[in-house]
């Protein structure tokens, strides 16, 4: 089973910044937070990983709160191109394997 | 070549068919994985590699037979399948510390497969 948990869908326009919020109430002392990025018919790619804090890279920013039971994947100035699927992930048990959810459905509207 | 290459893109088969799946990493991971994922379902995780050798295989049905014969190349070969296997199979790879410490995963492009 996945152990996170997230929206099913969001809508948003072009232009607008998007938040999409994660839970992990059971997230191990030692587990990253991982966001993926997935188009129909091709392979999640990575977006942003963090530990705590906040991560910020060219596409993204990814804010986790002090208790790291939820993380917030930030997309600034959304595009119809970033229409897809976001998963939110953190790794099982023994570390090395990941459950997906259903993710989260991104709909950008011009 | 960089990434992960999964050849073919697409495959129609047969129910009757033997058939293979390939998967080739050129990142230097020591991990890979196949998963396969439903029309509308979310990826299913199938098999895991860690050098070279099997540690999870999730309940999978014996006509779909996994292969690893290094730790750069996956195979995933097909036999006998049913119209209900249609998907896309995707593989992945990362690279797992001796702790087995998270990294990050790169997938491929995946196998659309279609059993007629």
């Known amino acids: 089973l996945a152990k996170t948990t997230q929206p099913i869908s969001m809508d948003s326009y072009e232009g607008q910044e998007v938040n999409i919020t994660c839970s992990h109430n059971n997230i191990a002392t030692n587990d990253y937070i991982t966001w993926y990025q997935q188009f129909p018919s091709q392979g999640p790619r990575f977006i942003i990983q963090?530990?705590?804090t906040k991560v910020t890279n060219e596409v993204a920013s990814l804010f986790i709160p002090a208790d790291r039971k939820s993380s917030t994947l930030s997309l600034p100035r959304v595009s119809l191109s970033d229409t897809a699927v976001y998963y939110c992930l953190v790794p099982s048990e023994g570390g090395n394997k990941l459950v997906f959810g259903a993710g989260t459905i991104l709909r950008v509207k011009s | 070549e960089t990434g992960v290459t999964q050849t073919p893109r697409h495959l129609v088969m047969g129910m009757t068919n033997k058939k293979s799946l390939k998967c080739e990493q050129h990142?230097?991971?020591?991990?890979m994985y196949w998963y396969k994922q439903s029309a509308k379902k979310p990826l299913e995780l199938m098999f895991v590699y860690n050098f070279k050798e099997q540690t999870e295989n999730n309940s999978v049905p014996s006509r779909f037979s996994p292969e690893c014969p290094n730790s750069s190349h996956l195979f995933l070969h097909l036999h006998t399948l049913q119209p209900e296997d249609s998907a896309l199979y995707l593989c992945a790879s990362s690279q797992v510390g001796t702790d087995l410490d998270y990294i990050g995963y790169t997938f491929g492009s995946g196998t659309r497969l279609t059993v007629v």
């Open positions: 963090g530990y705590k």
């Open positions: 990142l230097g991971h020591n991990a």
